[in-house]
T-cell receptor, first 112, second 117 residues
Framework: TQLLEQSPQFLSIQEGENLTVYCNSSSVFSSLQWYRQEPGEGPVLLVT?????EVKKLKRLTFQFGDARKDSSLHITAAQPGDTGLYLCAVPGETSYDKVIFGPGTSLSVIP | DTGVSQNPRHKITKRGQNVTFRCDPISEHNRLYWYRQTLGQGPEFLTY????????KSRLLSDRFSAERPKGSFSTLEIQRTEQGDSAMYLCASSSPARQGAGYGYTFGSGTRLTVV
């Protein structure tokens, strides 16, 4: 059983469209991170959210942490081809806060 | 800050051979992590070091896998008697407690892509 579920698994959209991807769990987390990974590269941290209901914006990306701190969403406005990549959510490990556990990711393709 | 460096970027090996990967973390980061990522999946935790001490190993890390960080700087990950199921991207990341506490997360390298034929 995966600690984190991400949906959709794959998403292909046209440039300029809006989209939302989700990260869900039955567990409560002290914090949650979103990473983006481009093909052939390592993940790059986008944001960390720590407070239930928290909303953070990074240019065209809006991140929200659920009120109960069990889930999160990432909304992209006016997607661009440069947004293409694998979007991963990650949380502290259950047995050790020193490590991070990743979800399976949402693979986003933005078509010009 | 020159980033996390991993070598080689790609490795093709025959089943049964041993392989070794190297990771050079950001110099001021005392924590170093190894993850494995297969196609279409998120990275899976393998092990991590604080300075030279290996503090945790995943059950994914079978007896054929060994990691070292002898001087608390670079780290190596060795896989003995490789199997086709070992084919994956092996990612290294570094961090520090202060950075993690502040929510900065990990800095990942570009990974080593292993193909076992």
């Amino acid at each position: 059983t995966q600690l984190l579920e991400q949906s959709p698994q794959f998403l292909s959209i046209q440039e300029g469209e809006n989209l939302t991807v989700y990260c869900n769990s039955s567990s409560v987390f002290s914090s949650l991170q979103w990473y983006r990974q481009e093909p052939g590269e390592g993940p790059v941290l986008l944001v960390t959210v720590v407070t239930g209901g928290e909303v953070k914006k990074l240019k065209r990306l809006t991140f929200q942490f659920g009120d109960a701190r069990k889930d999160s969403s990432l909304h992209i406005t006016a997607a661009q081809p440069g947004d293409t990549g694998l979007y991963l959510c990650a949380v502290p490990g259950e047995t050790s806060y020193d490590k991070v556990i990743f979800g399976p990711g949402t693979s986003l393709s933005v078509i010009p | 800050d020159t980033g996390v460096s991993q070598n080689p970027r790609h490795k093709i090996t025959k089943r049964g051979q041993n392989v070794t990967f190297r990771c050079d973390p950001i110099s001021e980061h005392n924590r170093l992590y190894w993850y494995r990522q297969t196609l279409g999946q998120g990275p899976e935790f393998l092990t991590y070091f604080q300075n030279e001490a290996q503090l945790e190993k995943s059950r994914l890390l079978s007896d054929r896998f060994s990691a070292e960080r002898p001087k608390g700087s670079f780290s190596t990950l060795e896989i003995q008697r490789t199997e086709q199921g070992d084919s994956a991207m092996y990612l290294c990341a570094s961090s520090s407690p202060a950075r993690q506490g502040a929510g900065y997360g990990y800095t990942f390298g570009s990974g080593t892509r292993l193909t076992v034929v």
